[in-house]
């Protein structure tokens, strides 16, 4: 929980979740403190990886779903993202073992995740995620697909 974190710990992992350019960083400080369970991979000492489980207002989802053009009043509110992984650690696992830790925690409860990775996509799937909906512009204007479980 982001409560159990050091400042050290939280800036560390906010600093790690904008170098992957998917996020604003205004109320980024806020909305991780928001989530359920922050995910950390370190490697002799050193951060290379980090993923969370976040907390959604239930309105912020419903939009998103809007998007992607999913109609339901079943809306999950916990969200898989935060991923990041420094490059020259890409292609090791480590966002695979940050994000099945993560899941292992939350067993049963309904979770969602957008992405346009087709890695992730994969992971997903193989995690018993399924695609819903239409592809959807995210705000930086690439093409996301929707995913719940």
């Given at each position: 929980?982001?409560?159990?974190?050091?400042?050290?710990?939280?800036?560390?992992?906010?600093?790690?979740?904008?170098?992957?350019?998917?996020?604003?960083?205004?109320?980024?400080?806020?909305?991780?403190?928001?989530?359920?369970?922050?995910?950390?991979?370190?490697?002799?000492?050193?951060?290379?990886?980090?993923?969370?489980?976040?907390?959604?207002?239930?309105?912020?989802?419903?939009?998103?779903?809007?998007?992607?053009?999913?109609?339901?009043?079943?809306?999950?509110?916990?969200?898989?993202?935060?991923?990041?992984?420094?490059?020259?650690?890409?292609?090791?696992g480590i966002n695979k073992k940050l994000n099945d830790g993560l899941l292992r925690l939350i067993k049963e409860e309904k979770?969602?995740?957008?992405?346009?990775?087709?890695?992730i996509r994969r992971y997903l799937v193989d995690n018993g995620f399924k695609k819903l909906g239409h592809p959807f512009k995210?705000?930086?204007?690439?093409?996301?697909?929707?995913?719940?479980?």
């Amino acid at each position: 929980m982001p409560s159990d974190c050091t400042k050290r710990e939280l800036e560390d992992f906010r600093r790690m979740v904008l170098a992957g350019e998917q996020v604003t960083a205004n109320g980024l400080e806020a909305r991780i403190g928001n989530c359920k369970v922050l995910g950390y991979y370190y490697v002799d000492n050193e951060l290379v990886g980090v993923s969370a489980i976040k907390q959604k207002d239930k309105e912020i989802v419903k939009l998103t779903r809007e998007k992607a053009r999913i109609k339901g009043d079943d809306i999950p509110t916990l969200e898989l993202g935060y991923s990041y992984t420094k490059p020259k650690f890409r292609k090791q696992g480590i966002n695979k073992k940050l994000n099945d830790g993560l899941l292992r925690l939350i067993k049963e409860e309904k979770i969602y995740a957008t992405t346009n990775s087709e890695t992730i996509r994969r992971y997903l799937v193989d995690n018993g995620f399924k695609k819903l909906g239409h592809p959807f512009k995210g705000q930086f204007n690439e093409t996301l697909d929707y995913f719940e479980r």
